[in-house]
Structures are given as C-alpha cells and as structure tokens.
C-alpha cells in the first residue's frame, strides 16, 4: 500500500508532511525538522535510492571516496520526511523499484516548492525510458544501467557546481 504524502506548509525550521489520506480516516500528519539549505553550506548531500543493493554501495562508496556526504534506502517511502531530515543537494533513484516508479517519485518532488530545487538523477536499465520523452519526468539527469562511474561522477558534479 502507497501512502500518500504531500507538502503541507514550511515554517521557520518544521515542515509539515501529510502521511496519510485514506478515505473514510482522519488524515493524520507530521511535524518534521526542516533545516534550510544553509544550515549546509559547502557540505554536498546525496540520496541515493535503489532496491539493488550492490547499486547502492557502489554508488555510496564512489562519492563518499569523492567527498560528498550519502545516504542510502532501498525504496523512496516517506521520501518527504527524508528529504526534509537529510536536506540531499542531489537524489540519484532508480526508475523501477518494485511498486515504486521513479518518474512519479520525481514529480512528486519536484511539486514540492521546498524541495523542487534539488537535483535528481534516474537511473535505468529499460532502453525503452531512455527513448520517451524525458521532460514528464522533471528529472534533471538520466543515466542507463550498467552505469560507467565516470559519467555519473561528471554528470553530479556539473549539476552540483
């Protein structure tokens, strides 16, 4: 079962996170610390997000070894309250994670006004996702699986710069 989850309201340093809207049920919500970007400053944050583990170590052990800050889970539920706890300049997500779609988890996001300025990658091995139209998604990267390390490496830091 998906939870619905929606951008509610920011404060000074809470963001409110409706974690629930199930029909015939109370919404219930959630008072999460939100602390802005420049509580960072300098400090690149990335969330790496696949249901493949190995993806995710590898991923996680190349841009610790390059300096960033990571943290890792294998499935984007609660990305909301993530997101506000980890503050990730960058999410690198894999597109097809079980009942998980990372097009939707992107434009759910990216809908978010506190968080539609950072930066996703999505991560594929359908060569069919790489042919459609890439403009839906609101992605602001896409890299086909098996991925070279040199162009996720070159492709994070040019849109981290």
């Known amino acids: 079962m998906l939870v619905?989850?929606?951008f509610?309201?920011?404060?000074?340093?809470k963001l409110l996170i409706k974690v629930s809207n199930t029909p015939n049920l109370q919404s219930v919500y959630k008072l999460t610390t939100f602390?802005?970007?420049y509580y960072w400053k300098g400090m690149k944050r990335i969330l790496i997000i696949d249901d493949n583990a190995e993806n995710r170590e590898i991923l996680e052990l190349l841009f610790e070894d390059e300096g960033y800050t990571t943290?890792?889970?294998?499935?984007?539920?609660?990305?909301?309250t993530v997101i506000a706890?980890?503050?990730?300049d960058l999410i690198l997500m894999d597109v097809m994670m079980g009942i998980y779609n990372g097009i939707e988890v992107c434009q759910r996001i990216k809908s978010i006004?506190?968080?539609?300025q950072v930066k996703v990658i999505l991560l594929t091995a359908s060569n069919a996702f790489?042919?459609?139209?890439?403009?839906?998604?609101?992605a602001d990267g896409y890299i086909s699986k098996p991925f070279d390390i040199k162009?996720?490496?070159?492709?994070?830091?040019?849109?981290?710069?």
């Open 4 to 6: 619905s989850t929606v």
């Open 8 to 13: 509610l309201k920011t404060y000074t340093d």
């Open 35 to 37: 602390a802005p970007n």
């Open 71 to 80: 943290k890792q889970l294998s499935i984007p539920e609660n990305i909301e």
């Open 85 to 88: 706890e980890f503050l990730p």
């Open 113 to 116: 006004p506190a968080f539609n």
């Open 130 to 138: 790489l042919k459609l139209d890439k403009s839906t998604s609101l």
């Open 151 to 161: 162009e996720v490496v070159a492709m994070v830091s040019d849109l981290l710069s």
